[in-house]
């Protein structure tokens, strides 16, 4: 069974610390390494994709990598905007030429002006 | 905004009742994917279905089930309420089978509560 474990589980940050988020997985045939990022009473929103090992994407201040176990999402100099749940998911083969999204608990990040 | 559009955004029903959650996909989106959130298991994947057709099932209970509409609309039915089935349901939508390269896109949720 497909498998993802995100730490911590909460973060709190001032303002300018940087800091990483870990996610680790066990999955067979992993088809991606997806991040999505989750606000109060909202749904996920993309972030990134993540095929290979040793990939890397960056958007902001924002940088995902991927292992053969496990993606770090790096926050470099956060700001209070930040602050949200952020969610990692792998998809994997599921039954022939299906996928599905299995999801981590996510992480609970807060930065502190 | 993603483009998805789910309702009601909030229910309040008893056990053993039964309510249906209503999506709309993004305008040219195939795939429909249906999520349960709770606080303490995260976002489980329930069933997927594209153009029509049942595609994936995940650990969806047989109290509940789904279909799409030829307009490409989904609902999902739940019956027989427990107080174990409060959680936000979420819809995504992608355009591939596959959700393509894992981007779906989610609507706001509808938070159920049974009481």
């Known amino acids: 069974e497909d498998q993802v474990t995100q730490s911590p589980e909460a973060l709190r940050l001032q303002e300018g610390e940087s800091s990483s988020l870990n996610c680790s997985y066990t999955?067979?045939?992993?088809?991606?390494l997806f991040w999505y990022r989750q606000d109060p009473g909202k749904g996920p929103e993309f972030l990134f994709t993540?095929?290979?090992a040793g990939e890397e994407k960056e958007k902001e201040r924002l940088k995902a990598t991927l292992t053969k176990k496990e993606s770090f999402l790096h926050i470099t100099a956060p700001k209070p905007e930040d602050s949200a749940t952020y969610l990692c998911?792998?998809?994997?083969?599921?039954?022939?030429?299906?996928?599905?999204?299995?999801f981590g608990k996510g992480t609970l990040l807060t930065v502190n002006p | 905004d993603s483009g998805v559009t789910q309702t009601p955004k909030h229910l309040i029903t008893a056990t053993g009742q039964r309510v249906t959650l209503r999506c709309s996909p993004r305008?040219?989106?195939?795939?429909v994917y249906w999520y349960q959130q709770s606080l303490d298991q995260g976002l489980q994947f329930l069933i997927q279905?594209?153009?029509?057709?049942?595609?994936a099932k995940g650990n969806i209970l047989e109290r509940f089930s789904a279909q799409q509409f030829p307009d490409l609309h989904s609902e999902l039915n739940l019956s027989s309420l427990e107080l174990g089935d409060s959680a936000l349901y979420f819809c995504?939508?992608?355009?591939?089978?596959?959700?393509?390269?894992?981007?779906?896109?989610f609507g706001e949720g509808s938070r159920l509560t049974v009481l």
């Open positions: 998911a792998v998809q994997a083969l599921s039954g022939g030429s299906n996928y599905k999204l299995t």
């Open positions: 279905y594209y153009n029509g057709e049942e595609r």
């Open positions: 999955v067979s045939g992993l088809r991606g």
């Open positions: 995504a939508s992608s355009f591939w089978t596959s959700g393509g390269g894992g981007e779906l896109f």
């Open positions: 305008s040219g989106d195939l795939s």
């Open positions: 993540l095929y290979s």
